[in-house]
C-alpha cells in the first residue's frame, strides 16, 4: 500500500502572492482525488476534488490540477490571504470514492501580511 | 454541506482509564464512518472503518481491543479508548461518507486526548 510521510514541509508566502503546494501520488489505480485544508486543531475541510478523467478543475480562488502521468496533483491558491494559512493535504481514492481515503503527508502554508 | 459532529473536541484522563469519543452525522445516515489518528505535525493514519450493525475493520497494527469502535446506529460512531497511556495521547478524527455524496467524506472537528 501507499505510505504517508513524516515531516510537515512548509511553505511560506506572502499575501497576495499565488500559492502552489504540490502532491505527489502512489497508486496508480487511485481515480479521484481531494484536497482538504486544516487548521490548527480542527478537522479537515474540503476544498476541492478532481477525477481521473479531467487534468484540471477550478473553484473560487483554487485550481486542482493532475497530471496522471507522472502521479502528480497540485494545487494553486490565487492571491493567497492570511487566513489561509494551514496545513494542507491531498488525498486519494479509488473505485470513483468508495474506497477509504489514503491521505498524503501535507504541506503548510504559512502566509504573512 | 454535511456536518459531521465529534465529542469531546478534548478530553485529559488518568492513565489507566477509558475514554468514550462520539461522531455523529447531523443531516445525512452514514452506514460507514472512519476513524483516524493524527499525531502533531504529521498526516492523518487510518485507524479503522466503522461499519453500521457490523464489526468494524481495523487497519494493520491496530490493537482492536484497545480501540473499541461501536456503530450501533446510522448517525453515531463511538471510539473507545481503553486502558489509556500517555502514548495514547493523540489527535482523534473522525469522518463519514454521505451514500448520496459518494466520494466526499466530511470530518469532524477531532478530540485531543490527553492522557496523563
Known amino acids: 500500500g501507499e505510505s504517508v510521510g513524516l515531516h510537515l514541509p512548509t511553505l511560506s508566502v506572502q499575501e497576495g502572492d499565488n500559492s502552489i503546494i504540490n502532491c505527489a501520488y502512489s497508486?496508480?489505480?487511485?481515480?479521484?482525488f481531494i484536497w482538504y485544508k486544516q487548521e490548527s486543531g480542527k478537522g479537515p475541510q474540503f476544498i476541492i476534488d478532481i477525477r481521473s478523467n479531467m487534468d484540471k478543475r477550478q473553484g473560487q480562488r483554487v485550481t486542482v490540477l493532475l497530471n496522471k502521468t507522472v502521479k502528480h496533483l497540485s494545487l494553486q491558491i490565487a492571491a493567497t490571504q492570511p487566513g489561509d494559512s494551514a496545513v494542507y493535504f491531498c488525498a486519494e481514492n479509488m473505485n470513483s470514492g468508495y474506497s477509504t481515503l489514503t491521505f498524503g503527508k501535507g504541506t503548510m502554508l504559512l502566509v504573512s501580511p | 454541506g454535511a456536518v459531521v459532529s465529534q465529542h469531546p473536541s478534548w478530553v485529559i484522563c488518568k492513565s489507566g482509564t477509558s475514554v468514550k469519543i462520539e461522531c455523529r452525522s447531523l443531516?445525512?445516515?452514514?452506514?460507514?464512518m472512519f476513524w483516524y489518528r493524527q499525531f502533531p505535525k504529521q498526516s492523518l493514519m487510518l485507524m479503522a472503518t466503522?461499519?453500521?450493525?457490523?464489526?468494524?475493520?481495523?487497519e494493520q497494527g491496530v490493537e482492536k481491543d484497545k480501540f473499541l469502535i461501536n456503530h450501533a446506529s446510522l448517525t453515531l460512531s463511538t471510539l473507545t479508548v481503553t486502558s489509556a497511556h500517555p502514548e495514547d495521547s493523540s489527535f482523534y478524527i473522525c469522518?463519514?461518507?454521505?451514500?448520496?455524496?459518494?466520494?466526499?467524506?466530511?470530518f469532524g472537528q477531532g478530540t485531543r486526548l490527553t492522557v496523563v
Open positions: 469522518s463519514a461518507k454521505n451514500p448520496r455524496a459518494l466520494a466526499e467524506a466530511f
Open positions: 466503522s461499519n453500521e450493525g457490523s464489526k468494524a475493520t481495523y
Open positions: 497508486n496508480s489505480a487511485s481515480d479521484y
Open positions: 443531516d445525512f445516515q452514514a452506514t460507514t
